[in-house]
């Protein structure tokens, strides 16, 4: 059976902090990885990761995947209040469910000012 | 649309009734989602319809839980007989196509339904 698992659960600290989120898996026949921030409702889309060692950035927000280890982090340098939410970690495997992802429990970020 | 859409956004029934969740996907996207979120926890995924083809049900956690995709487009998730645990916000995704580069799935604002 797939599984992702993140750490921290959950996470405070003060605005201009830099935070690590960390995401590893076990999966067979892995595609890709994905993060997202969940604020209500809706994951929204961050980034989506398939080969090893090849940094993916946006702003603040980078991330990288190290497949021959099987996990994957998520930096946010510099953090504001508006980055408070739950970061998701999914991942997507081949076989029969090729279409599905995988998702880990998240991690809970709270960013006081 | 501009995004993924679902109704109700909120909905609170009896144990033992039925209910319909609905989910508009993107214009062109293909391929179709249905996730379960319960308090605390990740999403779990339940079934996905890509295209034609016959769906992948096999996150389905009874056979009280059934989803029709109709056209190719709007997607009906129907939980019968509903149970307290079955209380939970139901997101619905899309993509354009479910395995190849353009697999990035995007959400809806998701259901949050309630069984009392």
């Known amino acids: 059976e797939d599984k992702v698992v993140q750490s921290p659960l959950s996470l405070v600290v003060h605005e201009g902090d830099t935070v690590t989120l960390n995401c590893s898996y076990e999966v067979t026949n892995f595609r890709s990885l994905l993060w997202y921030k969940q604020e209500k409702k809706a994951p929204t889309f961050l980034f989506m990761l398939t080969s090893s060692g090849i940094e993916k950035k946006s702003g603040r927000l980078s991330s990288i995947l190290d497949k021959k280890e099987l996990f994957s982090i998520l930096n946010i340098t510099a953090t504001q209040t508006g980055d408070s939410a739950v970061y998701l970690c999914a991942v997507r495997s081949g076989g029969t469910s090729y279409g599905k992802l995988t998702f880990g429990q998240g991690t809970i970020l709270t960013v006081h000012p | 649309g501009a995004g993924v859409s679902q109704s109700p956004s909120n909905k609170v029934t009896e144990k033992g009734k039925d209910v319909e969740l609905r989910c508009d996907p993107i214009s062109g996207h293909t391929a179709l989602y249905w996730y379960r979120q319960s308090l605390g926890q990740g999403l779990e995924f339940l079934i996905y319809f890509q295209g034609n083809s016959a769906p992948d049900k096999s996150g389905l956690p009874s056979d009280r839980f059934s989803a029709e995709r109709t056209g190719g487009s709007v997607s009906t998730l129907t939980i019968q007989r509903t149970q307290q645990e079955d209380s939970a916000v139901y997101l619905c995704?899309?993509?354009?196509?479910?395995?190849?580069?353009?697999?990035?799935?995007?959400f809806g604002p998701g259901t949050r339904l309630l069984v009392l």
């Open positions: 995704a899309s993509s354009f196509e479910s395995g190849g580069p353009a697999q990035t799935q995007y």
